[in-house]
T-cell receptor
Framework: EPEVTQTPSHQVTQMGQEVILRCVPI?????FYWYRQILGQKVEFLVS????????KSEIFDDQFSVERPDGSNFTLKIRSTKLEDSAMYFC???????????FGSGTRLTVV | KNEVEQSPQNLTAQEGEFITINCSYS?????LHWLQQHPGGGIVSLFM???GKKKHGRLIATINIQEKHSSLHITASHPRDSAVYIC??????????FGTGTRLKVLA
């Protein structure tokens, strides 16, 4: 069964450093998403991406965050200058269109120290 | 007030029991999704509903659009069903609005 692949599974970074979280969505999917889950809290929407541009973003997704689809397969989330409160599990998801449910990746646990 | 409310927050059951998890919402929806989050963190999509009822194995999901309510039922529960079950909505946009989840523990 096709999968959404996220790398790395766990990343530890120093506060103020840039991190790039990587995702390979399912190949024929067109809609891509990033969500995050702070430990013990519910999953929160960050951004959706379609047709090479952001289609929607949340208040969390400020100027420190950016997304990119640099080639035909990868979908990345960049955090420019990490803060302690960015520590969370980050999930990538994709869907073939807006009327279908998502397939989630297994997540990247980001720890900012 | 949260747009999506789940109950109960925590549930412990004995193996074999019939389990019901409830989800109420306060907004118009395009679809309602039931998700399962494993102890390791991974999220799996179980159902996507816009009306009626769906069944997959021992899992049944129902939705009542008029009452803005959905239930997830697990028949003949098993310890491997232990996970967090999350109700999420899509409401006019692509993004999911997540509930806080119901933590289920099934004891052998």
């Amino acid at each position: 069964e096709p999968e959404v692949t996220q790398t790395p599974s766990h990343q530890v970074t120093q506060m103020g450093q840039e991190v790039i979280l990587r995702c390979v969505p399912i190949s024929n999917h067109l809609y891509f998403y990033w969500y995050r889950q702070i430990l013990g809290q519910k999953v929160e929407f960050l951004v959706s991406f379609y047709n090479n541009e952001i289609s929607e973003k949340s208040e969390i997704f400020d100027d420190q965050f950016s997304v990119e689809r640099p080639d035909g397969s990868n979908f990345t989330l960049k955090i420019r200058s990490t803060k302690l409160e960015d520590s969370a599990m980050y999930f990538c998801a994709s869907s073939p269109d807006e009327n279908y449910g998502y397939t989630f990746g297994s997540g990247t646990r980001l720890t900012v120290v | 007030k949260n747009e999506v409310e789940q109950s109960p927050q925590n549930l412990t059951a004995q193996e074999g029991e019939f389990i019901t998890i409830n989800c109420s919402y306060s907004v118009g929806i395009s679809a309602l999704h039931w998700l399962q989050q494993h102890p390791g963190g991974g999220i799996v999509s179980l159902f996507m509903l816009s009306s009626g009822k769906k069944k997959h194995g021992r899992l049944i999901a129902t939705i009542n659009i008029q009452e803005k309510h959905s239930s997830l039922h697990i028949t003949a529960s098993h310890p491997r069903d232990s996970a967090v079950y999350i109700c999420a909505l899509t409401s006019g946009t692509y993004k999911y609005i997540f509930g806080t989840g119901t933590r289920l523990k099934v004891l052998a």
